[in-house]
């Protein structure tokens, strides 16, 4: 059975106090340049700003720790002085979900900015052979309304800033593992191999593309090979088709490109994925073919979720193969994970079958993704903030039907 651990008020290291840290700014999900000019602020000689910037990466994304006092090799003085106008806290965890097979997922909570009020988003970990993978969320909420999706019926809060991304991370690793020991010693090489976290997909909530700057910025941090140092080979980021900014991702993060294509006609997009209506799928294919660095092994992905009835069909899956001709790329099948309220249902697995078939024969690798974390409605569409969703006597009994 899944478990699920309220953590609220926890007393654990990542656990902020939101009264702390309201009147403080943060130094995580900062470039390196931008960290320098917050030390000069505080009086850094510029001399010494580049090995003070070296010694805090290491101590944020190496050693991941949450307490400036610990940084042995920073001055008292200069420790004293960040912690008065700076904080590295991350979000607190309300709660924790564990699933049958292995899929975790957090409710966060990070502290009110200006004039708001504390916002809550989901993460969700993957445990697969070989591999971990995040899920990241980039906004609380979604603006785009996308039908089959959960996370589209909760209205849009607002942006997360590159530390509340690289937050999520941290956090994850921490509560897996994932990180050396506060008294490894320091110019101690953590080994890339073994990682639990090993691969980042940006396809929790929100729509990346709408807050650019801020995911550009957190990706950057993650793939920094002094700090968190993962491949952008193994950094994906998933879009809905928000085609001016296609060029931009390729250009300015260099890393893997997920397209949430779901129909392969117009009409039916437009009701599926209703920024369709905006960017076509004509402006959208022609931006994916013109991807920077697109070849046969840098592919796209397309996401296509199974949809019962709707754009199951084998002439469906003609179509598809007909719309990618000429795109390196790989088409995962999602078959449709349910959640409260929707009316949409997940196609016959033969049928799911029967289509994946019809892809591989023309050429492209068409895997079905194996549902993961359905008991904790924290699979594909079904990622929704806690305080939007209904009650856990509700979602329990839910997640029972699902199970059975």
């Given at each position: 059975?899944?478990?699920?651990?309220?953590?609220?008020?926890?007393?654990?290291?990542?656990?902020?106090?939101?009264?702390?840290?309201?009147?403080?700014?943060?130094?995580?999900g900062?470039s390196?340049?931008?960290?320098?000019?917050?030390l000069?602020?505080?009086?850094?000689?510029?001399?010494?700003?580049?090995?003070?910037?070296?010694?805090?990466?290491?101590?944020?994304?190496?050693?991941?720790?949450?307490?400036?006092?610990?940084?042995?090799?920073?001055?008292?003085?200069?420790?004293?002085?960040?912690?008065?106008?700076?904080?590295i806290?991350?979000?607190?965890?309300?709660?924790?979900?564990?699933?049958?097979d292995?899929?975790?997922?957090?409710?966060?909570?990070?502290?009110a900015?200006g004039?708001?009020?504390?916002?809550?988003?989901?993460?969700?970990?993957?445990?697969?052979?070989?591999?971990?993978?995040?899920?990241?969320?980039?906004?609380?909420?979604?603006?785009?309304?996308?039908?089959?999706?959960?996370?589209?019926?909760?209205?849009?809060?607002?942006?997360?800033?590159?530390?509340?991304?690289?937050?999520?991370?941290?956090?994850?690793?921490?509560?897996?593992?994932?990180?050396?020991?506060?008294?490894?010693?320091?110019?101690?090489?953590?080994?890339?191999?073994?990682?639990?976290?090993?691969?980042?997909?940006?396809?929790?909530?929100?729509?990346?593309?709408?807050?650019?700057?801020?995911?550009?910025?957190?990706?950057?941090?993650?793939?920094?090979?002094?700090?968190?140092?993962?491949?952008?080979?193994?950094?994906?980021?998933?879009?809905?088709?928000v085609?001016?900014?296609?060029?931009?991702?390729?250009?300015?993060?260099?890393?893997?490109?997920?397209?949430?294509?779901?129909?392969?006609?117009?009409?039916?997009?437009?009701?599926?994925?209703?920024?369709?209506?905006?960017?076509?799928?004509?402006?959208?294919?022609?931006?994916?073919?013109?991807?920077?660095?697109?070849s046969?092994?840098?592919?796209?992905?397309?996401?296509?979720?199974?949809?019962k009835?709707?754009?199951?069909?084998?002439?469906?899956?003609?179509?598809?193969?007909?719309?990618?001709?000429?795109?390196?790329?790989?088409?995962?099948?999602?078959?449709?994970?349910p959640?409260?309220?929707?009316?949409?249902?997940?196609?016959?697995?033969?049928?799911?079958?029967?289509?994946?078939?019809?892809?591989?024969?023309?050429?492209?690798?068409?895997?079905?993704?194996?549902?993961?974390?359905?008991?904790?409605?924290?699979?594909?569409?079904?990622?929704?903030?806690?305080?939007?969703?209904?009650?856990?006597?509700?979602?329990?009994?839910?997640?029972?039907?699902?199970?059975?």
């Open positions: 059975m899944s478990v699920s651990i309220d953590l609220t008020g926890a007393e654990r290291p990542g656990n902020a106090s939101p009264a702390a840290v309201q009147d403080r700014t943060s130094l995580l900062l390196r340049d931008a960290l320098g000019a917050r000069r602020d505080i009086g850094v000689p510029d001399k010494q700003v580049r090995m003070r910037v070296g010694q805090l990466w290491h101590w944020l994304y190496v050693r991941g720790v949450t307490d400036f006092s610990v940084m042995a090799n920073v001055s008292r003085d200069l420790r004293t002085a960040l912690a008065e106008r700076h904080e806290a991350r979000p607190e965890i309300v709660e924790e979900q564990i699933s049958v292995g899929t975790r997922k957090w409710l966060f909570r990070f502290p900015r004039a708001g009020r504390p916002v809550e988003i989901e993460t969700v970990y993957i445990p697969e052979e070989g591999r971990g993978t995040l899920c990241v969320s980039s906004q609380v909420g979604c603006t785009l309304t996308c039908t089959f999706c959960h996370t589209g019926t909760q209205r849009l809060v607002r942006n997360l800033t590159e530390g509340e991304i690289v937050g999520q991370i941290l956090t994850a690793r921490e509560r897996l593992g994932d990180l050396p020991h506060a008294d490894t010693p320091i110019g101690a090489i953590v080994p890339n191999e073994g990682r639990l976290v090993s691969n980042i997909v940006m396809m929790g909530m929100g729509e990346p593309l709408y807050n650019f700057d801020n995911v550009k910025e957190a990706l950057a941090v993650a793939s920094d090979g002094d700090g968190l140092a993962l491949s952008r080979r193994r950094i994906t980021l998933s879009t809905s088709g085609v001016p900014m296609i060029p931009r991702t390729g250009e300015e993060m260099g890393v893997m490109l997920a397209i949430s294509l779901h129909a392969v006609r117009d009409e039916l997009r437009d009701v599926l994925v209703p920024i369709n209506k905006k960017y076509p799928l004509e402006e959208l294919l022609a931006a994916c073919r013109a991807y920077p660095g697109l046969n092994a840098r592919r796209i992905t397309f996401e296509y979720v199974m949809l009835g709707v754009n199951d069909s084998l002439a469906d899956a003609r179509e598809l193969v007909r719309l990618l001709k000429g795109i390196p790329a790989k088409i995962n099948l999602i078959p449709f994970n959640w409260p309220g929707t009316d949409y249902e997940c196609s016959d697995w033969d049928q799911i079958e029967r289509f994946a078939d019809l892809v591989n024969d023309a050429g492209y690798a068409s895997p079905i993704r194996t549902p993961r974390g359905r008991d904790i409605f924290a699979a594909c569409g079904q990622l929704k903030s806690e305080s939007e969703r209904m009650k856990k006597a509700d979602r329990l009994a839910l997640a029972a039907a699902v199970a059975g």
